[in-house]
């Protein structure tokens, strides 16, 4: 962990240096492997260095605000996704912030994708912003875990367009079985969620989405009564019914909560099983926590899948103008 140090210090020390490295984005990053020997070779280091600032110029990340709060994360990779950019991460205690758990954080920078085999060891930089998380300045050491490799690909594909969805039956925030079928006729949203999950990227931005879009419905008489939404939790042991109901009735943000148009659901562990794989959606348990990716899909009229969204990065604008083209 040292070695990591004294290579962030050193190339810090090169950018003060040299205004040329420096960039907007100004990330310093290298990846390592504890073989390497490249530290000795100042030559080679230099153009290494060179390579890794004109990468971390291509950086999507946001830029964060003033009142971002950044701390140190270090643990080992369990998986990645490059197409979502989400790479699922066993870390330790974060000082100041949270407890050792495993879970997924998002992670913009394409190139570091090749290096996040399983089991290698990660040290990046958590940012927190508003409702916004994602890890920057990755230092990844490679060690292949094999126990991990088979938990690795998240990135498998959805259903195509145009694939009907087969008639699973789950059990909703009133206990009541539903059915797939029973939503023919109109165009229906799902997505996945825990009422647990501790990132605020993640399943809580997917409700807060799904409240927006109900809002909106709402107002739209196009397609008021017509459009239905469903939410599906990754952890049916712990998300009764009635948890389920707790939880809506606080996006639905109502004394009087209306599930009529959007529904929680429950079921058991091989129904909630069967809907996730047929939306390619891996997810496994960590103690209390579901380690997921993400799957929202518009479901045509006639039970058929239309589009399906892998990640977080859509929104309520783009989902609402989908749904005009397969509302009747
Ligand atoms: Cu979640």
């Known amino acids: 962990m040292i070695m990591f140090e004294r290579e962030r210090d050193k190339i810090n020390q090169m950018r003060e240096r040299d205004g040329k490295f420096s960039c907007p984005q100004q990330n310093v990053r290298k990846i390592?492997?504890?073989?390497?020997?490249?530290l000795k070779s100042s030559l080679l280091f230099i153009s290494a260095a060179i390579l890794l600032f004109s990468a971390s110029c291509k950086s999507k990340a946001p830029v964060a605000s003033a009142n971002a709060k950044r701390y140190e994360l270090k643990g080992k990779v369990v998986s990645s996704d490059k197409l979502t950019h989400k790479v699922t991460i066993a870390h330790e205690q974060i000082e100041g912030y949270m407890e050792a758990m495993t879970m997924p954080f998002t992670l913009h920078d394409d190139w570091v994708y090749g290096e996040l085999t399983p089991g290698a060891l990660i040290q990046a930089t958590l940012v927190i912003d508003q409702d916004k998380t994602w890890l920057e300045n990755p230092v990844v050491t490679k060690v292949?875990?094999?126990n991990l490799a088979s938990k690795s690909d998240e990135s498998e594909a959805?259903?195509?367009?145009?694939?009907?969805?087969p008639d699973f039956t789950l059990v909703n925030q009133d206990g009541k079985k539903i059915s797939f079928k029973q939503?023919?006729?109109?165009?229906?949203?799902?997505?996945?969620?825990?009422?647990?999950?501790?990132?605020?990227d993640y399943c809580p931005l997917m409700s807060r989405n799904f409240a927006e879009i109900g809002r909106q419905i709402q107002k739209n008489p196009e397609f008021k009564d017509k459009v239905r939404l469903l939410s599906i939790s990754l952890d049916p042991e712990y998300d009764t019914p009635k948890v389920l109901r707790e939880y809506g009735s606080k996006y639905l943000g109502s004394d009087k909560p209306d599930f009529k148009q959007w529904e929680f659901a429950s079921g058991s562990a091989d129904q909630i099983k069967n809907v996730a794989q047929f939306f390619g959606l891996k997810?496994?348990?960590?103690?209390?926590?579901?380690?997921?990716?993400?799957?929202?899909a518009i479901i045509d009229p006639d039970g058929k899948v239309f589009k399906v969204y892998r990640g977080n990065e859509w929104t309520p604008d783009q989902v609402l103008k989908e749904l005009d083209e397969v509302t009747f």
């Open 158 to 165: 959805a259903p195509n367009a145009g694939t009907a969805i």
């Open 144 to 146: 292949s875990d094999p």
């Open 183 to 200: 939503y023919r006729g109109q165009p229906l949203l799902v997505t996945f969620i825990y009422t647990r999950c501790p990132l605020p």
């Open 283 to 296: 997810y496994w348990r960590e103690n209390d926590q579901i380690i997921h990716g993400l799957r929202t």
């Open 32 to 38: 390592h492997t504890m073989k390497s020997q490249i």
